[in-house]
C-alpha cells in the first residue's frame, strides 16, 4: 500500500476575477521508507505543492484533486479538523530558512519543548517538565548536537545555519512524523554543512524508516540521495521515475536540458565549452502558455503540443510529452544501475 | 604575457576598539598573492569565513586594504583612486533583486557609471547603452523599463550590463551565479564565456558550486581562515588535492555526480 497517493492535484488561484492554475493536475505517489525528490525551478509550484500537502495554504487558493489518499484513508472524505489531526500526527515539515523560521525572541529550550506532544510524556504533573526537558535533549542527540546544554539555552541568531536546521529537523522529529517533507533544506548553505543535513536526513530513513519528501530547484544537488525523483515544470507534472532512470535516460526534453546543462553532471565535457541550454525563461504566472507549457523553450515542439499531454507510463518511467526523447514503441532497455 | 591583475600580499585585519594602549586587531585575511591574466578565470573557494568577500571587496576598492598593493597592467593601484579602480574593476553581487534601484529605469541605472566615468554626451550614452543590453541578449527597447519587470535571469543580465559597460578588464563575480535556476545559470554561464571571449575579460569567480568552477575557471586558489592553502591549475588541484581543507570541499561535493546505488 502506498504511503501518500495524489492523483491530479490542482492549485488555483483566483486574481481579479481570473483564474490562474498554479499547480496543474500533478500526481504523485510515495512508499514507505522511500525517499522522493520534487525538482523544479522557481515557479514551478513545488512548494505549493508541498504546502497543500500540509495543508497550510490559505484561503486564496483553491485545491481540488482526484483522489488524495494518506495510508489508505480518504482525505478528501475527511472534515477538516479530522484530516488536520490525521497529518500533523504523521507529516512534518522543514523549511529553507531555518534562522527566518525560528522565533528570535525565544530560546531554542523553550522551541523544542513546546513541540512535544504532551501525549508522549508518562506520570505525574509535577514530573512533566522534568521529562520533556530530557525527551528534547534526546531529540537534539538524535540530530546529532553534542553541546546540548549550550544549544538549549541559545537563541536561533547565536546559532549557525547547519546547527539551526538540525533544530528544525529535531523539531519536526518530536512527533515521530511517519513523512518529512524538506522544502529546500539547504538553499544557499555551504558544502560542508550541505553534505552533513543530507547525510543526517539519510541516516533518519535509514533508521527509523522514516519517508522524506526532498524538495530542491537543482537536479545535481539531490540525486545522491533520493530513491526516486518527480521533475515539474511551471506548475505542469513532467517526468517521474527512480533515480538513474532520470539522470541516465531522461524521456522528456525539459529533463534532458537539466541534465545537460550541470556542468558536473558532463565531466566528459571539455573546460570552457558552451553548455547546452534551453532557449528563453521561466514564464510568470500571469502570462502561461497554453497547452504543454514548456512549448515556446522546447527543441522538440510541434503543433500538437498546443494540448496538454497526458501521462505515459513506461515501465514505472511516467512522463508527461507528446514527443518523448526515446520512442514509446520499442522497449525500453534495463536501465544500468549506478549510470553517470 | 604580464599579467593584467597582480595582487601582492594584500591582507586585512579589523582593530578593535577598545583602550588606547590595549588595540587589538583580527587579521581576516593574511597577507595573500595571485595573478590572473586576461581571457583566464580564477576561482576561489573556501568554506564560510574564510574571507573570499572580503577579497573581493578589497579588490573593488569598497574596502582599504590594510597592506599590500594591487597592480593593474603593471600599475599600482592607490587606495584612493576610485575612479582608475571603477573604470577597470568591476563587481556583480549574489542577489540581482536587490543590487538594482527599484525607483530607477534600467537607462538610468546604467546611464550612471557612464555619466560619473566617461565625457559622453547624452545620445552616445544612450547608444552605448543600447548595444550593450543587446550584447548580453536583452532587447534595446528594455531600457524605459524598471527593474521589476524583469524575471531574475534578466535582473543578472542587467548586473552584467552595468558591469561591462565601462569596457572594465577584471569582472569580479561574488556568488553571482548561486541564486539563479539551473537552466537560467547555464545561459548566464554561455554569456560569460562569450564575453570573455570577445573582450579578452578576466574573471575572479567566488561560488560554492564546484561544478561550475571545474567547468569555467582556469586556475583556482583554495582560501581557509584567510590564507591561501593550495592554488594551482584547477583541473589538477581538483584531481588531485593536497591539503586537507580542499580535500573536504571536494568530497563533499563529488558524491553528488552519480545517483544512489541500490
Given at each position: 500500500?502506498?504511503?501518500?497517493?495524489?492523483?491530479?492535484?490542482?492549485?488555483?488561484?483566483?486574481?481579479?476575477?481570473?483564474?490562474?492554475?498554479?499547480?496543474?493536475?500533478?500526481?504523485?505517489?510515495?512508499?514507505?521508507?522511500?525517499?522522493?525528490?520534487?525538482?523544479?525551478?522557481?515557479?514551478?509550484?513545488?512548494?505549493?505543492?508541498?504546502?497543500?500537502?500540509?495543508?497550510?495554504?490559505?484561503?486564496?487558493?483553491?485545491?481540488?484533486?482526484?483522489?488524495?489518499?494518506?495510508?489508505?484513508?480518504?482525505?478528501?472524505?475527511?472534515?477538516?479538523?479530522?484530516?488536520?489531526?490525521?497529518?500533523?500526527?504523521?507529516?512534518?515539515?522543514?523549511?529553507?530558512?531555518?534562522?527566518?523560521?525560528?522565533?528570535?525572541?525565544?530560546?531554542?529550550?523553550?522551541?523544542?519543548?513546546?513541540?512535544?506532544?504532551?501525549?508522549?510524556?508518562?506520570?505525574?504533573?509535577?514530573?512533566?517538565?522534568?521529562?520533556?526537558?530530557?525527551?528534547?535533549?534526546?531529540?537534539?542527540?538524535?540530530?546529532?548536537?553534542?553541546?546540548?546544554?549550550?544549544?538549549?539555552?541559545?537563541?536561533?541568531?547565536?546559532?549557525?545555519?547547519?546547527?539551526?536546521?538540525?533544530?528544525?529537523?529535531?523539531?519536526?522529529?518530536?512527533?515521530?512524523?511517519?513523512?518529512?517533507?524538506?522544502?529546500?533544506?539547504?538553499?544557499?548553505?555551504?558544502?560542508?554543512?550541505?553534505?552533513?543535513?543530507?547525510?543526517?536526513?539519510?541516516?533518519?530513513?535509514?533508521?527509523?524508516?522514516?519517508?522524506?519528501?526532498?524538495?530542491?530547484?537543482?537536479?545535481?544537488?539531490?540525486?545522491?540521495?533520493?530513491?526516486?525523483?518527480?521533475?515539474?515544470?511551471?506548475?505542469?507534472?513532467?517526468?517521474?521515475?527512480?533515480?538513474?532512470?532520470?539522470?541516465?535516460?531522461?524521456?522528456?526534453?525539459?529533463?534532458?536540458?537539466?541534465?545537460?546543462?550541470?556542468?558536473?553532471?558532463?565531466?566528459?565535457?571539455?573546460?570552457?565549452?558552451?553548455?547546452?541550454?534551453?532557449?528563453?525563461?521561466?514564464?510568470?504566472?500571469?502570462?502561461?502558455?497554453?497547452?504543454?507549457?514548456?512549448?515556446?523553450?522546447?527543441?522538440?515542439?510541434?503543433?500538437?503540443?498546443?494540448?496538454?499531454?497526458?501521462?505515459?507510463?513506461?515501465?514505472?518511467?511516467?512522463?508527461?510529452?507528446?514527443?518523448?526523447?526515446?520512442?514509446?514503441?520499442?522497449?525500453?532497455?534495463?536501465?544500468?544501475?549506478?549510470?553517470? | 604575457?604580464?599579467?593584467l591583475l597582480?595582487?601582492?600580499?594584500?591582507?586585512?585585519?579589523?582593530?578593535?576598539?577598545?583602550?588606547?594602549?590595549?588595540?587589538?586587531?583580527?587579521?581576516?585575511?593574511?597577507?595573500?598573492?595571485?595573478?590572473?591574466?586576461a581571457?583566464?578565470?580564477?576561482?576561489?573557494?573556501?568554506?564560510?569565513?574564510?574571507?573570499?568577500?572580503?577579497?573581493?571587496?578589497?579588490l573593488v576598492g569598497a574596502?582599504?586594504?590594510?597592506?599590500?598593493?594591487?597592480?593593474l597592467n603593471?600599475q599600482?593601484l592607490?587606495?584612493t583612486s576610485y575612479k582608475q579602480r571603477c573604470q577597470h574593476i568591476r563587481m556583480i553581487f549574489?542577489d540581482s533583486g536587490t543590487t538594482l534601484n527599484p525607483s530607477l529605469t534600467i537607462l538610468q541605472l546604467l546611464d550612471e557609471p557612464l555619466k560619473l566615468n566617461t565625457s559622453l554626451d547624452e545620445i552616445k550614452r544612450k547608444e552605448l547603452i543600447r548595444t550593450t543590453l543587446q550584447k548580453v541578449g536583452l532587447l534595446g527597447d528594455h531600457m524605459n523599463f524598471y527593474p521589476h519587470m524583469f524575471s531574475g535571469g534578466q535582473k543578472q543580465r542587467i548586473s552584467l550590463a552595468r558591469a561591462i559597460i565601462l569596457q572594465p578588464q577584471v569582472i569580479i563575480l561574488d556568488?553571482a551565479?548561486?541564486?539563479?535556476?539551473?537552466?537560467?545559470?547555464?545561459?548566464m554561464?554561455?554569456l560569460l564565456?562569450d564575453l570573455q571571449h570577445q573582450m579578452g575579460l578576466a574573471y575572479?569567480?567566488?561560488?560554492?558550486?564546484?561544478?561550475?568552477?571545474?567547468?569555467?575557471?582556469?586556475?583556482?586558489?583554495?582560501?581557509?581562515?584567510?590564507?591561501?592553502?593550495?592554488?594551482?591549475?584547477?583541473?589538477?588541484?581538483?584531481?588531485?588535492?593536497?591539503?586537507?581543507?580542499?580535500?573536504?570541499?571536494?568530497?563533499?561535493?563529488?558524491?553528488?555526480?552519480?545517483?544512489?546505488?541500490?
Amino acid at each position: 500500500m502506498n504511503l501518500l497517493d495524489i492523483r491530479n492535484l490542482s492549485i488555483e488561484l483566483i486574481h481579479d476575477d481570473q483564474r490562474i492554475l498554479a499547480v496543474d493536475k500533478v500526481s504523485l505517489s510515495m512508499k514507505e521508507g522511500e525517499v522522493r525528490g520534487v525538482v523544479g525551478e522557481s515557479g514551478s509550484g513545488k512548494s505549493l505543492l508541498a504546502q497543500a500537502l500540509v495543508g497550510v495554504l490559505d484561503d486564496k487558493w483553491h485545491v481540488h484533486a482526484d483522489r488524495f489518499h494518506w495510508r489508505g484513508v480518504d482525505l478528501l472524505r475527511l472534515s477538516i479538523d479530522e484530516r488536520k489531526a490525521l497529518l500533523s500526527r504523521d507529516v512534518a515539515m522543514i523549511f529553507q530558512e531555518p534562522m527566518a523560521c525560528l522565533d528570535p525572541t525565544t530560546s531554542i529550550g523553550e522551541q523544542l519543548t513546546e513541540a512535544i506532544d504532551s501525549s508522549q510524556l508518562t506520570g505525574y504533573f509535577w514530573q512533566r517538565k522534568k521529562q520533556r526537558q530530557s525527551a528534547a535533549i534526546k531529540l537534539l542527540h538524535k540530530v546529532g548536537i553534542k553541546n546540548h546544554q549550550a544549544c538549549l539555552t541559545s537563541y536561533p541568531h547565536q546559532l549557525t545555519e547547519a546547527l539551526c536546521q538540525r533544530v528544525m529537523i529535531a523539531i519536526a522529529l518530536a512527533r515521530r512524523p511517519i513523512l518529512l517533507i524538506a522544502d529546500e533544506p539547504t538553499a544557499a548553505m555551504e558544502n560542508t554543512n550541505e553534505g552533513q543535513i543530507f547525510r543526517l536526513l539519510a541516516s533518519l530513513n535509514q533508521l527509523k524508516n522514516m519517508s522524506i519528501l526532498l524538495i530542491s530547484h537543482d537536479l545535481e544537488t539531490i540525486t545522491h540521495w533520493t530513491n526516486t525523483i518527480t521533475v515539474m515544470y511551471s506548475g505542469q507534472f513532467v517526468e517521474a521515475g527512480t533515480t538513474a532512470q532520470i539522470f541516465g535516460k531522461p524521456l522528456h526534453p525539459y529533463t534532458r536540458a537539466l541534465v545537460d546543462s550541470s556542468p558536473s553532471a558532463n565531466l566528459h565535457l571539455p573546460a570552457k565549452s558552451r553548455l547546452k541550454t534551453l532557449p528563453g525563461s521561466i514564464p510568470i504566472l500571469q502570462h502561461l502558455p497554453i497547452g504543454c507549457r514548456l512549448g515556446p523553450r522546447c527543441p522538440r515542439a510541434q503543433q500538437a503540443c498546443v494540448k496538454a499531454p497526458t501521462v505515459t507510463n513506461f515501465h514505472g518511467h511516467k512522463v508527461s510529452c507528446h514527443f518523448p526523447l526515446t520512442p514509446l514503441k520499442s522497449t525500453p532497455k534495463k536501465t544500468r544501475k549506478g549510470t553517470s | 604575457m604580464s599579467d593584467l591583475l597582480e595582487v601582492k600580499d594584500l591582507c586585512k585585519s579589523y582593530r578593535h576598539k577598545s583602550y588606547w594602549f590595549n588595540r587589538k586587531e583580527t587579521s581576516v585575511l593574511a597577507p595573500i598573492s595571485f595573478s590572473v591574466e586576461a581571457n583566464q578565470t580564477l576561482a576561489v573557494i573556501g568554506e564560510t569565513g574564510s574571507g573570499k568577500s572580503t577579497l573581493a571587496k578589497l579588490l573593488v576598492g569598497a574596502e582599504p586594504a590594510s597592506g599590500g598593493c594591487v597592480y593593474l597592467n603593471g600599475q599600482a593601484l592607490k587606495s584612493t583612486s576610485y575612479k582608475q579602480r571603477c573604470q577597470h574593476i568591476r563587481m556583480i553581487f549574489q542577489d540581482s533583486g536587490t543590487t538594482l534601484n527599484p525607483s530607477l529605469t534600467i537607462l538610468q541605472l546604467l546611464d550612471e557609471p557612464l555619466k560619473l566615468n566617461t565625457s559622453l554626451d547624452e545620445i552616445k550614452r544612450k547608444e552605448l547603452i543600447r548595444t550593450t543590453l543587446q550584447k548580453v541578449g536583452l532587447l534595446g527597447d528594455h531600457m524605459n523599463f524598471y527593474p521589476h519587470m524583469f524575471s531574475g535571469g534578466q535582473k543578472q543580465r542587467i548586473s552584467l550590463a552595468r558591469a561591462i559597460i565601462l569596457q572594465p578588464q577584471v569582472i569580479i563575480l561574488d556568488e553571482a551565479l548561486a541564486s539563479l535556476d539551473p537552466s537560467l545559470r547555464s545561459q548566464m554561464i554561455n554569456l560569460l564565456l562569450d564575453l570573455q571571449h570577445q573582450m579578452g575579460l578576466a574573471y575572479i569567480l567566488i561560488s560554492h558550486n564546484l561544478g561550475i568552477i571545474r567547468h569555467f575557471s582556469d586556475n583556482i586558489i583554495v582560501l581557509s581562515q584567510g590564507e591561501v592553502v593550495e592554488s594551482g591549475k584547477t583541473r589538477d588541484v581538483m584531481n588531485n588535492p593536497q591539503h586537507k581543507v580542499t580535500k573536504k570541499l571536494l568530497m563533499n561535493q563529488s558524491f553528488q555526480l552519480k545517483p544512489k546505488r541500490k
